[in-house]
């Protein structure tokens, strides 16, 4: 199973974007061959590879370290070939020079690497003139340029809709996630049930995780992009929500650790807590309504209505309740999020 995680993706990359690099691949190759005759213009062609990613801006990241690392490796396989000679064992010598010059100037992993890796090319296809080294520059200068061109103009890619979806999913198990609570705090549960709620409310990290990397990607996906200007408002709305339920993830963890901790028979008769239960309930109401509200995962109309059913904190007057950790842990939780919820935090 690991071995084959490591190779395989969890899903396909988009058929657009294999379609891009080899359309990328393929001019850069014919351009580079025409301007520059003589080698196969190998050099562009996986520089043309390489840039095409799946947002412009990691496009532009992947050329400039293509570019800056092929004319760092081609200017030391050029230099130590004039210095020691075209002996097989300088390979070997520029791979450790490249390294250790990546290392000193804390050139990026990918860049160290694509200087080690162009010096070894230059080498080990036979010739390391300068001019024989400018035609690999320019050659990759090339490619690089063509498969940024490519991403820009055919068809860049947007990443809003899989973010959408995401903190949409994310705010609808927020939101049953406080149902559950709220569905367990009026009447016993057993240890089993209990400690079901429990697994159930910690998958909320790990969508939280995804969610916030969904976002990420999709922010990085409209920089330098030309499609960006109409996707930019909608993604504002689905960050402003994932900043609104990411704190509520961590209070409906604790509030559902405290009562795990905390249970007692008695909890189901205990008054305070029966009025905990409502306002967790109104609480899972309006986290659906500001999902609804971002379109992030629109519901039916009578599923939930527009008004806000959280209105205001609950007030106890006195710790009468023999629970009154618990009830003093969830009012605290619940306030928190009502404050999240009506952008009072």
């Known amino acids: ?46 520089a043309a590879l390489l840039v095409v990613q799946p947002s412009v801006n990691q496009s532009l990241s992947k050329a400039l370290e293509r570019s800056v690392g092929v004319i760092a490796g081609v200017v030391i396989a050029v230099l130590l070939t004039l210095l020691l000679g075209p002996q097989s064992w300088v390979v070997l010598a520029a791979v450790v020079v490249a390294l250790a010059i ?47 061109v490519v991403n820009v103009f055919i068809v860049p890619p947007v990443l809003s809709g899989p973010a959408r979806q995401d903190v949409g999913m994310l705010g609808r198990e927020v939101a049953a996630s406080l149902d559950r609570l709220a569905a367990a705090l009026p009447v016993t549960r057993t240890p089993a049930q209990r400690q079901e709620l429990m697994l159930e409310v910690r998958l909320l990290r790990p969508m939280k995780d995804a969610a916030e990397a969904s976002v990420k990607a999709a922010e990085e996906s409209l920089a330098l992009n030309p499609r960006g200007s109409s996707h930019r408002e909608e993604l504002r709305q689905v960050r402003a929500l994932l900043d609104t339920v990411s704190p509520i993830v961590t209070q409906v963890i604790g509030m559902t650790r405290a009562y795990f901790d905390h249970y007692e028979d008695s909890l189901s008769s205990d008054p305070t807590v029966r009025a905990i239960a409502e306002q967790l309930r109104r609480a899972g109401h309006d986290v659906r309504l500001a999902v609804q509200d971002a379109d992030a995962a629109p519901e039916p109309a009578d599923l939930t209505t527009a008004i806000p059913a959280l209105t205001t904190p609950l007030v106890v007057r006195a710790p009468a309740s023999d629970h009154w950790i618990l009830v003093g842990s969830l009012m605290e939780d619940l306030r928190r999020i009502h404050g999240e919820l009506a952008g009072e935090a």
């Open 102 to 148: 990546a290392w000193a100037l804390r050139a990026s992993p990918g860049t160290g690497n694509q200087v080690a890796i162009s010096a070894v090319l230059v080498l080990a296809l036979g010739s390391s003139n300068p001019d024989y080294a400018l035609d690999r520059i320019l050659e990759t200068l090339i490619g690089a340029a063509v498969g940024f």
């Open 1 to 46: 199973m690991r071995i084959t995680a490591a190779i395989r993706s969890a899903k396909r990359a988009p058929l657009l974007q294999v379609i891009k690099s080899a359309v990328a691949t393929i001019v850069a190759w014919l351009l580079a061959g025409w301007l520059i005759p003589g080698p196969l213009p190998i050099f562009a062609a996986i």
